[in-house]
């Protein structure tokens, strides 16, 4: 038996190394190995008040720190009885909309692009189609932006506290960003149009799909979880009932299963449980690509987010219009502080993602728990690559490495949040 070690997978979030063991030819087993070390975030938030928990909590993830601030907030709002307006909900939909402008243009563009086109990053493509490239840094500049009018700047987001925000935007610059986010619908459906034009790979992942739902709206902020094979909803704050973590040995993060399957979370899994919800405009570009869906093909995960891009301007403008037009306050509504314990979810670029905390009567944060996306996709990842990697093993090696590596830049993993 022989070993290949594909070490330090680029283009991703995170430092992950591949060990594939091959005997006569075939594959034995494969398997990724995060080698990020620990960072102990759930430990790092006890003994500290519970609103410096957002604070400490968004510094998981430099790209997703308004999904964690949020979810956190969200969370502990849960477990203080604090309610929100109906503005403030709308703000919020904003900042994690923010998130997905600049995460899937990275993501899309910078890291997954290159293997459609056979080079090996970015830089070259910048050369030969420079147009193409300045497009990718028009979404996610969109994005930072977005961040920057809502949470007052573009990482790690200042303005969003419990019960609501400590400042808005002035009516102007919510009207020049929505004429952005309206100019930025052509960026977006021809971000489809590319990612729709590629030949993909024909697989089928066995793993489950789960992902936020609600009948009336796109869930990416609130919602019930569902499960598109069980055809199941459960409510957020029953997380830790049905999904199951547990520690692997090539592994520093943990893997997870739901009902004892593998499952996949991100924007395959939210566009098939929740394609009724998108935009016209999103549900447009779709149809136009002629993606069938449900879709159980990981690899289609790309044209997902390239979908969400989509729906993310025309629903932002949207929401901007809302708030133009409706009255109502962000400012932080009044609570009691005293013992209880809550969890939340929203969607992140990448999938779902859970928080759930206890305080005690002085509001001392006294248990913390994370479930990241990648966290829970990454049992999956592995399932699917030992079921993929037979079918290209017969590749010369290059190219085998690569068909490998694209499958994992589909997930869109985030190593370093998987360690939290």
């Known amino acids: 038996m022989s070993t290949l070690t594909i070490e330090h997978v680029a283009r991703i979030e995170g430092h992950g190394t591949i ?95 290159p293997d459609y086109v056979g080079l090996p990053s ?120 049905f999904i199951e973590e547990r520690v692997v040995g090539h592994s520093n993060a943990k893997h997870s299963t739901v009902g004892g399957r593998t499952f996949m979370v991100g924007a395959l899994p939210r566009i098939n449980l929740s394609r009724a919800t998108l935009g016209a405009t999103a549900a447009d570009a779709l149809n136009r690509v002629g993606l069938s869906i449900p879709s159980r093909n990981p690899f289609m995960n790309n044209l997902c987010q390239a979908v969400e891009l989509v729906d993310a301007a025309a629903r932002c403008a949207q929401y901007i219009e809302t708030l133009l037009d409706m009255g109502g306050s962000t400012t932080p509504v009044e609570f009691k502080i005293a013992a209880g314990s809550g969890s939340a979810a929203t969607e992140a670029p990448r999938g779902t993602l859970y928080h759930g905390y206890s305080v005690d009567d002085d509001g001392i944060v006294i248990a913390g728990d994370v479930i990241t996306p990648t966290a829970q996709n990454l049992a999956n990842l592995d399932a699917d690559m030992r079921a993929f990697a037979p079918s290209v093993v017969d590749l010369p090696r290059d190219e085998f490495v690569i068909a490998v590596e694209r499958l994992v830049r589909a997930y869109d993993p985030c190593l370093s949040c998987s360690v939290h």
């Open 19 to 113: 060990t594939v063991d091959v005997e006569d030819g075939r594959v034995k087993d494969i398997h990724m190995d995060i080698i990020e070390p620990a960072r102990y975030f759930e430990s790092m938030v006890v003994g500290r008040r519970f609103d410096e928990a957002p604070l400490i909590t968004s510094r998981i993830c430099g790209i997703c720190s308004p999904n964690h601030m949020l979810t956190s907030i969200k969370a502990l709002e849960v477990a203080l009885g604090v309610e929100v307006s109906e503005r403030t909900q709308i703000m919020r939909k904003l900042l994690v909309y923010g998130s997905y402008l600049q995460n899937h243009a990275t993501h899309l563009y910078l890291l997954a692009a």
């Open 122 to 241: 970015v830089f070259p493509l910048a050369e030969t189609h420079p147009d193409v490239v300045e497009r990718a840094l028009r979404v996610k500049k969109l994005g930072n932006d977005l961040t920057t009018l809502i949470g007052g700047r573009p990482v790690h987001p200042i303005t969003a506290v419990l019960g609501g925000f400590t400042s808005e935007p002035e009516p102007g610059r919510l009207v020049a960003f929505r004429d952005a986010l309206l100019a930025a619908s052509q960026d977006a459906a021809a971000t489809v149009d590319l990612f729709g034009s590629f030949d993909e790979y024909e697989f089928e992942t066995a793993g489950e799909m789960l992902a936020l739902v609600d009948d009336d709206d796109y869930a990416i902020y609130d919602g019930q979880t569902g499960a598109l094979d069980a055809g199941w909803r459960r409510p957020v704050s029953e997380y830790r009932s």
